[in-house]
Each structure stands twice: as C-alpha cells, then as structure tokens.
C-alpha cells in the first residue's frame, strides 16, 4: 500500500496489480492511516505493446474520495493530454496517430490538495509491425456476442460488450492456431499457449497476450476446437462445466470472439465487481435444461472419479466470485427427482480439482431423464482474503427439456421470452405440441422438427408415428419383437403399445381398446384417440387445420 503523507514525504513500496490468467483479481487494501491517503496503482501498457495506438496511463485506487488539484502527462518527456475519469480514477492519454516501433518512457505527476506530489514512471516498448484496433465486427462475430448475453440473461447476469483489444486478441490467437494447425487431439499441445518460434506469435500465455494489445483488466480465456459455427462453439463451451466457468461471473463486462477455421477464442474482460455473489446454473425455474454430457473437455472433469464414464447428467455448477474471495468448499450437494429420489452426484471441488477455486461442479452420475423437474440444494463456505468465513445456502428447482437440444435453440430465437417465462410461468409451464395431419413437421414450443413419419389416416382415424411422438413428448421406445410391441417409457410410465391385438399395458396393466396402434409400412403408428389415456396427455383436434394438438 502507498501512501501520501501529508505533507512529508510518500512511502517507497509500491504495490503493482498484475494481469493474471484467472477468472478474477482483486486487491485489499489497508485502513485508511488519519494521517495519510493511501493509494494503490496499475500503470499501463507494459512489456511489449502490439499497438501501434495503445492506451497509456494509470488507474488509481484511493483510500478517500478526493479531486487531484493538478496532474500532467509525459512520453518521452513530452507532454501529452491526458484526460481524468474522476468516476474510475484514471489518468489516460489515447494517442491520435501511429507510435513508432521502439522504446518509450512514461511519467505522471499529480498532487492532491494538502499533499505532496507524486510522481509514477514506467516504460513499454511498441513492437515492430503493430498494428491499430479496429471496432468494426462481422455478423459472425455479432452473433456470438448475442449467444454470450443471451446465457447471460438467463443466468440473471448483466449484458457484455465488446472490447476493441480483446477482439483484436481473440484474432490474433485464433490465427495463430490455425496458421500453425495446431492440432489439441493428436497431440499435447496446448490451446491456451504459444510457441516464439511459430509464425503469428504475440506472447506464449493468456497474461503475456493480454500485454501485447495494451488490456489492463482481468482476463480469462475459452478456446473450442470444433468444425462448427462460432455460435455453436460457445453453446459446447457453455455445457463444458470448465469452460462454463467465466460466463458466470458478475464482474464480466466486456469480450472479444474470434472464430478462424475450427478453431474459436473467447477472451474475457473483468471488473472487480460490487461484492460476493453466489451464481448457480443451470438458474432456478430453469425449464429447458439438457440432460446429458458427453465429456470432450480438457482437462477432463470426470478424471479424479473412478469407474465414472460418460454420458453424464447435464452438470451443475456453483459460484462464488466477487472482490476479497479467496476459496470455496462444498459443504454439502444434493439432488432430488420429482419423486423425491436422490440422485448419485460426482463432485468436484477446490482441494481436490486443481483447476477450481471459488468454484464446484455438480455432475449427476449418469443422464438425466428429459421432461423432468429436479430439485437442488447447496452449502458452500467463503474464505475471504482476510481469513474471514461466509457461509452461503441456495434451494432451487429446473425441469429439464422434452427433447435434446430444444433448449439452447429456445434460448437463442429469444432470450427476453425465455428468462420471462422462468419468472413469470417457471416450472409449471407446459409444453405444446403440434402434428399437422398434412405436413410433414410438427411443431414443439413454436419450434418446426422433421417428422420421421408422416401421419396416416385409415377409415377416419388418423395415426402419428410413435418415434415422433416419444421425441415430442420427452419419452423414450423400443420394439419388442416377441410380443409385437412397442414399448413407450417416460418418468414412471410404460406403456406397450401392441400392433397385434386390440390392447396396450400401462405399467403391466393390460387395458382393451377399439383404437389399437398398428403396424403400417414396418412402423408403428399410434391412433389419435389413444393418446390422451395412456400418455397422461390432453389431445384436441382442430378440424379446420387438420391438427392434432398435444399438451403435457
């Protein structure tokens, strides 16, 4: 901690801020002396600048509030203009033209009312072919800012935006993987790294490239090795519990994305943040959580479990970020079905995965079921940099999605009417499903799906095909070839429908019915009037439009 005596003389230690690759930094500072303003500082840029245009100066963290009476800024001796934002308070000068490559020397005086001056002086060196920020970004790029707000959203979290400097490193460490080809499966070599001795170079760690575009803030950084769109690249990223991590953090306020080939960046940009904040996803009222998780993560979050394979169940993740955390420990972790049957959770937490820290990752121990609400429970405990402990407790409940990948297309076709749902309707909300008798989709929560099958229509009764209507409703089936069935499983319920007699079993149970499903062209098609009694489910018809309408 520095501190301006008043009106003697200033301490000699000085307390630098670092950039560093974690999901959040802070400093403590001392109480405030009565004699003294204590202060703290980050000068920037330093090292090895790519900018041709970087931003040059310093951010001030002050015991007090106070006005500086007068402040002047040099480069190279020379005067330039710096402006002052009394709000974060910081010094800045933004140079209008190209600096040339070389060496320069920095110094900032200002004094404050009552109070010796002081004086701060650094250095940096811009680097030969640096280059200039641009703010202009493609749609691809847009898009993915769109995904980033949009699990943002419903995580209850403020939006971010983009940063001229984290996209131009985003780029940059994309390009430099796919100039290089570097290949994550075949070999070791790290994502996050780069090699001096490789063409497109701009520093080996997150830290070091973060310095060479002149960013001062907090970084972290996701990487996806994926022939895919940036956008479906991020929605990989977000299931990967790891990679999860800093969408969750209240501090983020600003990004870059870059997709160059397979291969896609995300860089992230932090404050400090108001105060400690407990962060849970999948969210309460959650209605279209997924079920599963294939693992294709690295490191791999089931490596410390033995016997755990994959799939897994959709994970769980909980956290706490906010200025003075120092760790968390999980305390305790459960997960309920709607029959109020535990589930079997493997679970991560710091001490025992190394790459957690104020962080736990919840994973069900095998898939979840689709179309089924889960209640949660957990108690975590703080330490606080000053030693302190903060227990934190949070109950809540999410329903998982009919069908897999339904949620993630909800959430992007519109954000606002998702989280509005989880507010305004939550877990009771029911899902709607419609088959035209004449098309060839049917619609699940205004979203269109190809139908396997279309309907069929014999001596006035009309037929839906039973493979269609299981991913519809969230179900599951099976043929059974010795009893001609097919078998139809959802939650606690197992119907076989038979295509050889005028019957279906509800749980065993053997029921007649006039309406018996049949098997037509080798598939097995289910009779309209059948549905609402042995699926739990209303059924309307509406004649004018030929459509069978399904809510459950």
């Known amino acids: 901690m520095n501190v301006i005596q008043s009106p003697k ?12 690759f974690v999901l959040l930094s802070s400093v403590i500072w001392s109480a405030k002396p009565s004699y003294a303003l204590s202060y703290g500082y980050l000068t920037y840029p330093q090292g090895n600048v790519g900018l041709s245009r970087p931003e040059i100066g310093v951010n001030l963290e002050l015991s007090e509030g106070m006005t500086p009476e007068s402040y002047h800024l040099y480069v190279n001796e ?3 203009k710096a402006n002052y934002d009394p709000v974060s308070v910081k010094y800045v000068y933004r140079p209008q033209a190209d600096m040339a490559s070389g060496t320069y020397s920095a110094r900032l005086m ?14 940096f060196t811009v680097v030969n072919n640096a280059v200039t920020l641009s703010s202009e970004t493609t749609k691809e790029q847009q898009e993915g800012l769109q995904a980033i707000n949009d699990y943002r959203a419903k995580l209850g979290l403020p939006k971010v935006k983009f940063s001229d400097a984290l996209n131009t490193a985003a780029q940059k460490h994309a390009q430099y993987l796919s100039q290089n080809k570097i290949d994550p499966i075949k070999t070791s070599v790290s994502l996050h790294d780069e090699d001096p001795s ?19 803030k907090a970084t972290a950084e996701d990487v996806a090795y994926n022939p895919t769109t940036l956008v479906e690249a991020i929605d990989s990223l977000f299931d990967a519990p790891y990679h999860r991590a800093p ?12 997709r160059e080939g397979p291969y896609h960046v995300i860089e992230f940009g932090f404050s400090d943040g108001i105060a400690p904040e407990l962060v849970v996803s999948p969210g309460s009222n959650d209605v279209y959580v997924p079920t599963v998780f294939d693992g294709h993560e690295s490191p791999d979050p089931i490596r410390n479990h033995s016997g755990a394979e994959y799939p897994v169940g959709y994970p769980i993740m ?6 003075g955390v120092k760790k968390v420990s999980l305390d305790e972790a459960k997960l309920e079905d709607e029959f109020g049957k535990p589930v079997s959770l493997l679970k991560n937490e710091p001490g025992q995965d190394d790459h957690l820290d104020t962080e736990v990752i919840i994973m069900p121990a095998k898939p979840l079921e689709l179309d089924t609400t889960y209640k949660a429970k957990i108690k975590l405990t703080a330490t606080m940099e000053d030693g302190t402990k903060r227990p934190y407790t949070k109950e809540w409940s999410f329903r998982t999605e009919p069908r897999a990948g339904l949620g993630v297309l909800k959430l992007h076709q519109d ?33 269109p799906y190809p139908m396997k099958q279309k309907p069929y229509i014999q001596e006035g009764t009309s037929y839906l095909y039973i493979r269609d209507l299981a991913a519809a409703l969230g179900a599951t089936v099976e043929w059974d070839d010795k009893q001609k069935a097919a078998v139809y499983k959802k939650k606690d319920a197992t119907v076989m429908f038979y295509t050889n007699r005028n019957a279906y079993s509800l749980n065993g149970v053997e029921y007649q019915t006039d309406a018996a499903a049949k098997l037509i062209n080798e598939t097995t098609m289910i009779p309209v009037r059948l549905l609402s009694e042995t699926l739990g489910a209303k059924v309307s018809y509406v004649e004018s439009t030929r459509t069978v309408n399904i809510s459950y």
């Open 78 to 80: 020379q005067e330039v």
């Open 9 to 20: 003389k200033w301490a000699a230690a000085l307390k630098i801020i670092a950039i560093l």
């Open 198 to 216: 490789l063409p497109g170079y701009i520093g080996k760690s997150l830290k070091e490239r973060a310095q060479y575009i002149g960013y001062v």
């Open 415 to 447: 954000a606002a009417t998702y989280t509005l749902q989880m507010s305004n309707f939550g877990l009771n909300r029911n899902h709607l499903v419609s088959f035209g008798l004449d098309g060839d989709k049917y619609v699940l929560d205004l979203l």
């Open 110 to 123: 200002f004094s404050f009312s009552g109070y010796e001056p002081v004086q701060i002086t650094w250095k």
């Open 318 to 323: 909980a956290s706490i970020y906010g200025p």
């Open 247 to 258: 969408f969750m953090v209240p501090g983020l306020v600003e990004v870059g994305v870059y």
